[in-house]
Protein backbone atom coordinates (compact mmCIF):
# COMPACT_ATOMS: atom_id res chain seq x y z
CA UNK A 1 0.00 0.00 0.00
CA UNK A 2 1.30 3.53 -0.87
CA UNK A 3 2.26 5.95 2.04
CA UNK A 4 0.17 9.56 2.38
CA UNK A 5 2.33 12.33 3.10
CA UNK A 6 0.20 14.94 4.75
CA UNK A 7 1.12 18.64 5.29
CA UNK A 8 1.60 18.00 9.06
CA UNK A 9 3.82 15.28 7.72
CA UNK A 10 6.29 18.04 5.68
CA UNK A 11 6.50 20.11 8.34
CA UNK A 12 7.91 17.82 10.61
CA UNK A 13 10.41 16.57 8.22
CA UNK A 14 11.50 20.43 7.26
CA UNK A 15 12.00 20.94 11.07
CA UNK A 16 14.03 18.09 11.56
CA UNK A 17 16.09 17.90 7.91
CA UNK A 18 16.70 22.08 8.20
CA UNK A 19 17.22 22.38 12.17
CA UNK A 20 14.11 25.07 12.69
CA UNK A 21 11.21 25.09 14.96
CA UNK A 22 7.95 23.55 13.64
CA UNK A 23 7.11 26.85 14.15
CA UNK A 24 8.64 28.22 11.30
CA UNK A 25 8.60 25.01 8.88
CA UNK A 26 5.28 25.62 9.06
CA UNK A 27 5.42 29.07 8.55
CA UNK A 28 7.46 27.99 5.36
CA UNK A 29 5.65 25.20 4.30
CA UNK A 30 2.31 27.48 4.46
CA UNK A 31 4.33 30.33 2.50
CA UNK A 32 5.31 27.90 -0.02
CA UNK A 33 1.13 26.22 -1.05
CA UNK A 34 0.21 29.80 -0.64
CA UNK A 35 2.35 31.23 -3.12
CA UNK A 36 1.53 28.02 -5.34
CA UNK A 37 -2.38 28.87 -5.36
CA UNK A 38 -2.31 32.26 -5.53
CA UNK A 39 -0.25 31.83 -9.03
CA UNK A 40 -2.75 29.33 -10.10
CA UNK A 41 -5.98 31.23 -8.88
CA UNK A 42 -4.46 34.33 -11.19
CA UNK A 43 -4.49 31.79 -13.91
CA UNK A 44 -0.27 31.72 -13.72
CA UNK A 45 2.27 29.01 -14.39
CA UNK A 46 3.89 27.42 -11.53
CA UNK A 47 7.19 25.75 -12.71
CA UNK A 48 9.44 23.16 -9.82
CA UNK A 49 11.99 22.32 -11.82
CA UNK A 50 13.08 18.62 -11.64
CA UNK A 51 9.03 18.23 -10.35
CA UNK A 52 6.97 19.34 -12.75
CA UNK A 53 4.46 22.10 -13.85
CA UNK A 54 1.07 23.36 -12.73
CA UNK A 55 -0.99 25.06 -15.21
CA UNK A 56 -4.70 26.29 -15.20
CA UNK A 57 -6.76 25.23 -18.06
CA UNK A 58 -10.51 26.03 -18.89
CA UNK A 59 -13.07 23.31 -19.53
CA UNK A 60 -15.56 24.27 -21.59
CA UNK A 61 -19.56 24.22 -21.26
CA UNK A 62 -20.58 21.17 -22.19
CA UNK A 63 -23.78 18.21 -21.99
CA UNK A 64 -23.79 15.30 -19.81
CA UNK A 65 -26.64 13.11 -19.17
CA UNK A 66 -27.96 12.55 -15.11
CA UNK A 67 -27.70 9.07 -14.39
CA UNK A 68 -30.85 8.68 -12.35
CA UNK A 69 -32.75 10.21 -14.21
CA UNK A 70 -31.20 10.26 -17.81
CA UNK A 71 -31.98 13.75 -18.32
CA UNK A 72 -29.92 15.84 -20.32
CA UNK A 73 -28.30 18.32 -18.32
CA UNK A 74 -25.72 21.57 -19.00
CA UNK A 75 -22.76 21.52 -16.79
CA UNK A 76 -21.24 24.71 -17.34
CA UNK A 77 -17.75 26.03 -17.91
CA UNK A 78 -14.77 25.96 -15.08
CA UNK A 79 -11.20 25.72 -14.49
CA UNK A 80 -9.02 23.08 -13.65
CA UNK A 81 -5.60 22.58 -12.27
CA UNK A 82 -3.72 20.08 -14.17
CA UNK A 83 0.27 18.94 -13.35
CA UNK A 84 2.55 17.22 -15.88
CA UNK A 85 5.71 15.99 -14.28
CA UNK A 86 8.92 16.32 -15.14
CA UNK A 87 11.14 13.92 -16.52
CA UNK A 88 13.25 13.82 -13.65
CA UNK A 89 10.03 12.99 -11.87
CA UNK A 90 8.97 10.34 -13.82
CA UNK A 91 12.35 8.54 -14.15
CA UNK A 92 12.58 8.34 -10.31
CA UNK A 93 9.03 7.04 -10.04
CA UNK A 94 10.37 4.59 -12.30
Given at each position: ????????????????????????????VKF???????????????????FGK???????????????TKE???????????????????????
Open positions: MSEVVSKKDLVEKMAEECGVSKKVATAYLLDEITNTLVQKGTVDLNGFTVTERAARKGINPLSIEIPASNAVKFKPSKALKDAVK
